[in-house]
Protein backbone atom coordinates (compact mmCIF):
# COMPACT_ATOMS: atom_id res chain seq x y z
CA UNK A 1 0.00 0.00 0.00
CA UNK A 2 1.53 3.38 -0.71
CA UNK A 3 0.21 5.84 0.87
CA UNK A 4 -1.01 9.41 -0.12
CA UNK A 5 1.08 12.43 0.82
CA UNK A 6 -1.12 14.56 2.96
CA UNK A 7 1.21 17.47 3.29
CA UNK A 8 4.59 18.19 2.05
CA UNK A 9 6.81 21.07 1.88
CA UNK A 10 9.87 22.23 0.01
CA UNK A 11 12.17 25.67 -0.61
CA UNK A 12 10.74 27.14 -4.00
CA UNK A 13 11.83 25.61 -6.90
CA UNK A 14 13.30 22.43 -5.21
CA UNK A 15 10.63 19.32 -5.62
CA UNK A 16 10.65 17.26 -2.38
CA UNK A 17 11.92 13.64 -2.89
CA UNK A 18 11.72 10.80 -0.42
CA UNK A 19 14.19 8.01 -0.49
CA UNK A 20 12.77 4.56 0.69
CA UNK A 21 14.39 1.15 0.34
CA UNK A 22 13.63 -1.27 -2.39
CA UNK A 23 9.94 -2.66 -2.57
CA UNK A 24 9.22 -5.80 -0.26
CA UNK A 25 7.99 -8.69 -1.80
CA UNK A 26 6.10 -9.05 1.84
CA UNK A 27 2.13 -8.30 1.64
CA UNK A 28 -0.37 -7.12 4.61
CA UNK A 29 -3.71 -8.24 4.74
CA UNK A 30 -6.81 -6.71 6.87
CA UNK A 31 -10.14 -7.76 6.86
CA UNK A 32 -12.45 -5.76 8.92
CA UNK A 33 -16.18 -5.48 10.09
CA UNK A 34 -17.78 -1.96 10.99
CA UNK A 35 -21.00 -2.60 13.02
CA UNK A 36 -24.26 -0.78 14.13
CA UNK A 37 -27.11 -1.76 15.41
CA UNK A 38 -29.58 0.68 16.94
CA UNK A 39 -29.28 2.14 20.29
CA UNK A 40 -25.68 1.25 20.80
CA UNK A 41 -22.36 2.33 19.66
CA UNK A 42 -20.94 1.55 16.38
CA UNK A 43 -17.85 -0.70 16.81
CA UNK A 44 -15.24 -2.19 14.32
CA UNK A 45 -13.81 -5.16 14.56
CA UNK A 46 -10.61 -5.79 12.18
CA UNK A 47 -7.88 -8.43 11.77
CA UNK A 48 -4.63 -7.72 10.36
CA UNK A 49 -2.11 -10.55 8.96
CA UNK A 50 1.04 -10.87 7.19
CA UNK A 51 1.58 -13.12 4.26
CA UNK A 52 3.30 -15.50 6.30
CA UNK A 53 0.93 -18.67 5.98
CA UNK A 54 2.69 -21.84 5.64
CA UNK A 55 0.24 -22.93 2.21
CA UNK A 56 2.16 -19.56 1.04
CA UNK A 57 -1.19 -17.87 0.08
CA UNK A 58 -1.06 -14.03 0.31
CA UNK A 59 -4.45 -12.88 1.24
CA UNK A 60 -7.01 -13.71 3.64
CA UNK A 61 -8.74 -17.34 2.99
CA UNK A 62 -12.57 -17.80 3.07
CA UNK A 63 -11.46 -19.81 6.95
CA UNK A 64 -10.08 -16.86 7.28
CA UNK A 65 -13.32 -14.79 7.38
CA UNK A 66 -15.04 -17.28 8.86
CA UNK A 67 -13.19 -17.41 12.08
CA UNK A 68 -13.76 -13.83 11.75
CA UNK A 69 -17.53 -13.58 11.53
CA UNK A 70 -17.43 -16.27 14.38
CA UNK A 71 -15.19 -13.75 17.19
CA UNK A 72 -17.66 -11.06 15.94
CA UNK A 73 -20.84 -13.35 16.53
CA UNK A 74 -19.11 -13.95 20.27
CA UNK A 75 -17.98 -9.89 21.01
CA UNK A 76 -21.62 -9.22 19.42
CA UNK A 77 -23.45 -11.62 21.38
CA UNK A 78 -26.34 -11.64 18.62
CA UNK A 79 -27.31 -12.21 14.91
CA UNK A 80 -25.38 -10.58 12.61
CA UNK A 81 -26.65 -9.18 9.20
CA UNK A 82 -23.75 -8.77 6.94
CA UNK A 83 -23.70 -6.83 4.31
CA UNK A 84 -20.27 -7.88 1.60
CA UNK A 85 -18.87 -7.05 -1.43
CA UNK A 86 -17.82 -9.49 -4.06
CA UNK A 87 -14.51 -10.42 -3.16
CA UNK A 88 -14.23 -13.76 -4.55
CA UNK A 89 -13.33 -14.87 -1.37
CA UNK A 90 -16.53 -13.78 -0.09
CA UNK A 91 -18.04 -16.10 -2.67
CA UNK A 92 -16.20 -19.53 -2.32
CA UNK A 93 -18.35 -22.80 -1.26
CA UNK A 94 -17.03 -22.68 1.62
CA UNK A 95 -17.76 -19.55 2.64
CA UNK A 96 -21.56 -20.02 1.08
CA UNK A 97 -21.79 -23.15 3.35
CA UNK A 98 -20.50 -21.90 6.34
CA UNK A 99 -23.50 -18.90 6.08
CA UNK A 100 -26.02 -21.99 5.25
CA UNK A 101 -25.22 -23.64 8.42
CA UNK A 102 -25.31 -20.29 10.60
CA UNK A 103 -28.89 -18.96 12.40
CA UNK A 104 -27.57 -16.41 13.65
CA UNK A 105 -25.73 -15.21 10.29
CA UNK A 106 -27.58 -13.15 7.15
CA UNK A 107 -25.66 -12.06 4.06
CA UNK A 108 -26.39 -9.99 1.37
CA UNK A 109 -24.08 -8.97 -1.17
CA UNK A 110 -23.29 -5.11 -2.56
CA UNK A 111 -23.79 -4.90 -6.42
CA UNK A 112 -20.68 -5.18 -8.07
CA UNK A 113 -18.59 -2.17 -8.09
CA UNK A 114 -19.88 -0.26 -5.34
CA UNK A 115 -17.59 0.57 -3.32
CA UNK A 116 -19.56 3.82 -2.60
CA UNK A 117 -21.97 1.66 -0.62
CA UNK A 118 -19.60 0.04 1.55
CA UNK A 119 -18.92 1.50 5.27
CA UNK A 120 -15.59 -0.30 5.36
CA UNK A 121 -13.87 1.71 2.64
CA UNK A 122 -14.60 4.68 5.01
CA UNK A 123 -12.48 2.92 7.08
CA UNK A 124 -10.00 2.34 5.14
CA UNK A 125 -10.06 6.24 3.86
CA UNK A 126 -9.39 7.48 7.06
CA UNK A 127 -6.46 5.38 7.77
CA UNK A 128 -5.39 6.26 4.61
CA UNK A 129 -5.35 10.19 5.09
CA UNK A 130 -4.46 10.06 8.58
CA UNK A 131 -2.27 7.35 10.49
CA UNK A 132 -0.87 6.15 7.18
CA UNK A 133 -0.37 9.77 5.22
CA UNK A 134 3.52 10.84 5.18
CA UNK A 135 5.01 7.41 6.20
CA UNK A 136 7.91 5.75 4.78
CA UNK A 137 7.37 2.57 6.56
CA UNK A 138 10.69 0.77 7.59
CA UNK A 139 9.82 -2.87 7.72
CA UNK A 140 6.63 -4.93 7.62
CA UNK A 141 6.02 -4.86 11.41
CA UNK A 142 6.27 -0.78 11.32
CA UNK A 143 3.37 -0.82 8.70
CA UNK A 144 1.02 -3.54 10.73
CA UNK A 145 1.79 -1.35 13.83
CA UNK A 146 0.85 2.01 12.61
CA UNK A 147 -1.83 0.10 11.21
CA UNK A 148 -3.08 -1.45 14.27
CA UNK A 149 -2.80 1.74 15.57
CA UNK A 150 -4.90 3.58 13.80
CA UNK A 151 -7.42 1.20 13.83
CA UNK A 152 -7.60 1.19 17.40
CA UNK A 153 -7.80 4.82 17.77
CA UNK A 154 -11.06 4.85 15.02
CA UNK A 155 -12.40 1.92 17.45
CA UNK A 156 -12.44 4.14 20.43
CA UNK A 157 -14.45 6.89 18.06
CA UNK A 158 -17.75 5.65 17.03
CA UNK A 159 -18.34 9.05 15.28
CA UNK A 160 -16.07 8.24 12.71
CA UNK A 161 -17.75 4.90 12.29
CA UNK A 162 -20.45 6.21 12.09
CA UNK A 163 -19.91 8.64 9.52
CA UNK A 164 -18.37 5.95 7.33
CA UNK A 165 -22.29 4.93 7.37
CA UNK A 166 -23.76 8.25 7.20
CA UNK A 167 -21.42 8.59 3.80
CA UNK A 168 -23.20 5.65 2.17
CA UNK A 169 -26.06 6.84 2.24
CA UNK A 170 -27.53 3.52 4.09
CA UNK A 171 -29.01 3.73 7.61
CA UNK A 172 -29.35 1.75 10.25
CA UNK A 173 -33.09 0.11 10.71
CA UNK A 174 -34.76 -0.57 14.04
Not at 9 to 37: E, M, N, Q
Not at 72 to 85: E, M, S
Amino acid sequence: MTPPTARTWARRGRTPVVKVRGRSRRRISIAALTCYKPGERSRLIYRPRLDSRPDGRKSFAWTDYRDLLTVAHQQLGGPIVLIWDNLNTHLTSGMREFVAARDWLTVYQLPSYAPDLNPVEGIWSLLRRGWLSNVAFTTPEHLIRTVRHGLRKIQYRSDLIDGCLAGTGLAVGA
